[in-house]
Structure formats: structure tokens, C-alpha cells
């Protein structure tokens, strides 16, 4: 075998809106059986975040390495923002390096970005509005390629992403009809959301969402499998940011960016396990080119975490951290957040009155059964500081507790030095809407 056919397949494959919500997260969902017998096979990422919890602004992280105010992406790519045009994106790269790189479904990213793949399925949207990106569609024309294209015979890059979980969610009436009969605790519900029956609607129909998902992924896995291609290939499975409700997608809480990913590469990573290390989808790019025996930029702004997954830990040095931001969705809402162990430090840098909901989710059965939320209607502080090994939920303000000033400190400092190192130019005042950013563009995301 040629030094060509023994680098990995890479196979990525991106769900909308997942979060964790998955059965291999401990969630009680029973349509999610293809996704646990993949984790059965693989590593799973207890603590990965997304670097937004925006759509587009996150993808734009996983394929350059880079945070979205230094790769141009700090709003929605059908709301007119783009990458910056000299980015270099991952399947791109791996094209450069001889692998055939594929597209199907739901990309989210400004049209020129195409490019950057030896050829994209015809129904693909750049707006997110194709019949592709339905997960069971996506998943049977990815799995129709892998099985009878040639190119399938060299490494190849496939790159799937599904519009499930988005809104609206697929559930039947008859679902919604037995889900109104479940007492409270009857079907799991997000511990950040109210037990109550609206909520139960949405959760019952968001399983249905997930099945899709599901099936869409098991269509793939088994072509893999069908052409003798699953030994040499690296999958991975992964979100772009938490589930469409309030306090998660569009929040710099965890449940808005702590998100799925699930990596298996037999021989290489051990299946079954699990990493509780902080990882970020900023470092998948410099992971997958390191699976894949290609130097990464030095532009990248990430870090491999190939070693952690092979077991041999992180490299000497690596902080425990994550960043997260959010400068636009619909609206101008301008946001920055640093994540360890032990804290949780946002900043909002703009004041608002309340949490500012993307307007699938503002329009919701469940936002409107917290009307009286104060966690959704109060008065949003200029600095949040939390302790999540108190006060995993996120509920605790401590910006105001005298014994909490040291820690206070020392996150504002380090957060501002991330913003410099990476060239933030929030610090240097507001970021405007230039003339591509208009709201004529599509519908909200």
C-alpha cells in the first residue's frame, strides 16, 4: 500500500442545534441508537465547546482553526457576513495536500467558500435552506458516494452536515398528543428549562429531530463499513452549538456552546473511552491535518488535541481553557467568555436588559412558559463571573461577592489578553454591519 492510501479518510459530519442532547451524553433519547453504537467505537468528548453559539460564526472555527472575529465570521453567512477571502480552510488545505474533499448538505458559510471543495453535492445552500441538508437525505447521498465513486478509492475529505435539530422540530401530532399525557418527570427535561408541559411538547418533538439525525449518521456508518473503508477512516461527529432554547443556542452559557463530538479511527483511538479534558472545535482543524500528516499554518489560533485522543495527554504547557463569542446573530449583541475548570468569566460589552433570543427560539412554546423568568428577563450585568463546581447551572452571579474579587481580576485580565493576542477588534470599539451585512439575505438562523 502507497504512502497515499495509508493516510486516513476523514469523515466530518455536523448536526445543527444538537448540543449533547444525544443518547451517548446520557440523555434519554431512544431514537439515538446508530449514535451510541458509534460512541461504543469511539471517544467521546465530555467538556468540547464551540467557539460561538451561532451557526456560522461556529463553523467558521471548525474548518480555520480560527476564532470567528479573527476569520471575519461574526455573524450569520445568510444575514450577508463572510469569511475573510484569504482564509485558509480545511478542505482546501487537505485538496492541497492530495485529498479528493466532497460536500453534501447544510454548510452555512458565504458561497466563495465552495471553492474550497474538489466538488459540492447540487443541491447544496449556502443559506441553509436545501432540501440537502435534511439528515436523512444528506446521509443517503453521502453514503450512495461512498459506496460507488471512485474518488471514495483515495483519502478523501466528506464533510456532511445536517439541518436537523433545527426548528421547527418533526415531531407528529400523535407525538405531541401522548406527550401532553406525561406527568412531570416523566420525560427528561434539560435541567437549565422548566418542567412543564410546553416544554415536554418541544422536548418530545425534538427527539424526533434527533432520529433523523440518527439515521442520517447510520446510513454512513454502514456505507464506510460496506466498502471495507471504516479501518482507515477517520469520522467524527460533532454540533454547531447547544439546543435551539432559551438560556442555550445564542448564550455564552454551557448549555449554548458546550457541544457533541464523537471521534473514532480504529487502531488509533481507543474505542469506548472518554475525555473529560477542555477541548474547543477552534482545534479540530489542527487535529485533523495532524491525523492526516499535514504541518498546520501558523495562522491557526487552535490546538491538536490528536494526542489527548490517542492517549498519549495534551501537549506540556496547554492551559485548561476554552473562549467562547458572540458579536452578532439577528441582532448586535457583542459578548466574550473564558471557560476553566473552576470558572466561568463572560463579558457583555454592550447593555441590555435582558437575554437577547435568537427569534426561532424567542417565538417558542417554551420561552413563553418562562415569561417570568428572571433569568431570561432580568436586567443583564456588564461582567458575569460563575463558580461551576458550585453552581454548575450558571445562577450564581459573583461579580458583586466581595471574596470573589481576586478571581474576578484575574479573569478580566486574562480574557482581554486572548482578545489582544488574537486580534479582537471589539476592544477597539463597536463592530458595524458593513454593506454585505444586510437583513434582506434569508430568514434567521
Not at 491538536?304 to 495527554?313: A, I, N
Request: glycine share 8%; with cysteine; proline share 7%.
Amino acid at each position: 500500500m502507497n504512502e497515499k492510501q495509508q493516510r486516513p479518510n476523514i469523515v466530518l459530519m455536523v448536526s445543527h442545534d444538537l448540543g449533547c442532547h444525544i443518547g451517548p451524553y446520557g440523555h434519554a433519547v431512544p431514537q439515538s441508537e446508530n449514535l451510541l453504537a458509534f460512541a461504543n467505537e469511539s471517544m467521546r468528548m465530555d467538556r468540547h465547546f464551540v467557539t460561538s453559539p451561532g451557526c456560522s460564526q461556529s463553523r467558521s472555527s471548525l474548518v480555520t482553526g480560527r476564532y470567528p472575529h479573527a476569520n471575519g465570521q461574526f455573524g450569520l453567512a445568510n444575514w450577508g457576513w463572510k469569511l475573510s477571502e484569504d482564509e485558509a480552510l480545511l478542505p482546501a488545505v487537505l485538496r492541497e495536500n492530495g485529498y479528493y474533499s466532497r460536500l453534501f448538505g447544510v454548510w452555512h458559510l458565504h458561497e466563495w467558500t465552495l471553492g474550497s471543495f474538489d466538488k459540492v453535492s447540487d443541491d447544496v445552500s449556502t443559506l441553509d435552506t436545501s432540501p440537502e441538508g435534511f439528515a436523512e437525505v444528506a446521509g443517503m447521498r453521502a453514503a450512495d458516494w461512498i459506496r460507488n465513486a471512485p474518488e471514495a478509492r483515495d483519502p478523501f475529505y466528506l464533510h456532511v452536515g445536517f439541518w436537523e435539530v433545527h426548528r421547527p422540530f418533526c415531531g407528529t401530532e400523535e407525538q405531541v398528543a401522548r406527550a401532553d399525557s406525561l406527568e412531570k418527570g416523566d420525560l427528561p427535561v434539560p435541567d437549565y428549562l422548566p418542567d412543564n408541559g410546553p416544554t415536554r411538547r418541544e422536548i418530545a418533538e425534538l427527539h424526533q429531530s434527533v432520529g433523523l439525525v440518527d439515521r442520517g449518521v447510520g446510513m454512513i456508518l454502514k456505507s464506510l463499513e460496506d466498502s471495507g473503508l471504516a479501518e482507515n477512516t477517520l469520522v467524527i461527529f460533532t454540533a454547531d452549538h447547544g439546543l435551539p432554547f432559551p438560556r442555550a443556542k445564542g448564550t455564552l452559557y454551557d448549555p449554548g456552546i458546550n457541544v457533541s463530538f464523537l471521534a473514532r479511527w480504529p487502531g488509533q483511538i481507543a474505542p469506548g473511552t472518554c475525555g473529560t479534558s477542555l477541548t474547543s472545535n477552534v482545534d479540530v482543524m489542527p487535529t485533523v491535518l495532524e491525523a492526516a500528516g499535514i504541518p498546520a499554518s501558523d495562522q491557526i489560533q487552535g490546538e491538536s488535541f490528536l494526542p489527548l485522543m490517542r492517549g498519549e495527554g495534551r501537549a506540556a504547557g496547554s492551559e485548561r481553557a476554552v473562549f467562547a463569542e458572540k458579536t452578532y446573530h439577528e441582532h448586535y449583541d457583542p459578548i466574550r467568555c473564558l471557560r476553566t475548570d473552576e470558572f466561568k468569566y463572560i463579558r457583555n460589552f454592550e447593555e441590555r436588559p435582558n437575554l437577547v433570543l435568537p427569534t426561532d427560539i424567542y417565538l417558542s412554546p417554551t420561552r413563553v412558559s418562562m415569561d417570568d423568568d428572571e433569568r431570561i428577563w432580568g436586567r443583564r450585568s456588564s461582567e458575569e463571573l460563575y463558580d461551576l463546581k458550585a453552581d454548575p447551572l450558571e445562577r450564581v452571579n459573583l461579580v458583586e461577592h466581595p471574596e470573589s474579587q481576586a478571581t474576578l481580576e484575574i479573569y478580566r485580565r486574562r480574557l482581554e489578553d486572548w482578545m489582544r493576542s488574537t486580534g479582537d477588534s471589539l476592544l477597539e470599539g463597536p463592530i458595524h454591519r458593513g454593506p454585505d451585512q444586510v437583513q434582506s439575505l434569508g430568514g434567521t438562523r
